[in-house]
């Protein structure tokens, strides 16, 4: 059990910019889920996978974020045409299914400038 | 809509003095209950969770918590705080949801500990 990883830890763009990042989850995990914190807040929910299948996404993810998890494995999540207010850490998470433990990766460090 | 209040936005305590750290929720069914804690820069590591049966869960680094039903509450205790227990935590609540389980965070406790 590597845990969940992050990549990139910390990105730094001009705004305008594209942006992806990517999320390993835990190997025998099925379910993905990526949040959004903002300093002083604590995260908020943006969508989840369960395998390939995208079943829910919070009205926080506007059109310029979109969310892949193609086979069912890592899952990336881009941000086009970056505003300063995306700046923020982006946390992604993984559980079995059926199960209600989610673990968390170390999260990546969107700053948009 | 589920929504989670934690009161307390700093928190200082004295090493080795106890510590509790309030949570109320909002939760239309039976809630799931978690306690995450995170250093600066880091992401989110599970201290404790309530499902199910006994409302006095114990948890990892010597923390406990008490679901209470009637009072909408998790709060979360430890006897005796460690300098190392300064960081931030985060009680959230989940449920099932299209069969997901999305937690819905608090806006976090920040503790500091004196030595």
């Known amino acids: 059990d590597t845990g969940v990883s992050q990549n990139p830890r910390h990105k730094i763009t001009k705004r305008g910019q594209n942006v992806t990042f990517r999320c390993d989850p835990i190997s025998e995990h099925n379910r993905l889920y990526w949040y959004r914190q903002t300093l002083g807040q604590g995260p908020e929910f943006l969508t989840y996978?369960?395998?390939?299948?995208?079943?829910?996404k919070s009205r926080l993810l506007s059109d310029r974020f979109s969310a892949e998890r193609p086979k069912g494995s890592f899952s990336t999540l881009e941000i086009q045409r970056t505003e300063q207010g995306d700046s923020a850490m982006y946390l992604c998470a993984s559980s079995r299914a059926g199960g209600n433990e989610q673990f968390f990766g170390p999260g990546t460090r969107l700053t948009v400038l | 809509a589920q929504s989670v209040t934690q009161p307390d936005i700093h928190i200082t305590v004295s090493e080795g003095a106890s510590l509790e750290l309030r949570c109320n929720y909002s939760y239309g069914a039976t809630p799931y209950l978690f306690w995450y804690v995170q250093s600066p820069g880091q992401g989110l590591q599970l201290l404790l969770k309530?499902?199910?049966?006994?409302?006095l869960v114990q948890g990892i680094k010597g923390f406990e918590a008490e679901f209470k039903r009637s009072q909408s509450s998790f709060n979360l205790r430890k006897p005796s705080v460690h300098w190392s227990d300064a960081a931030e935590y985060f009680c959230?609540?989940?449920?099932?949801?299209?069969?997901?389980?999305?937690?819905?965070f608090g806006t976090g406790t920040q503790l500091k500990v004196e030595l």
């Open positions: 309530y499902f199910s049966g006994d409302t």
């Open positions: 996978f369960q395998n390939e299948a995208q079943l829910e």
């Open positions: 959230a609540v989940g449920g099932l949801t299209g069969g997901g389980n999305k937690l819905t």
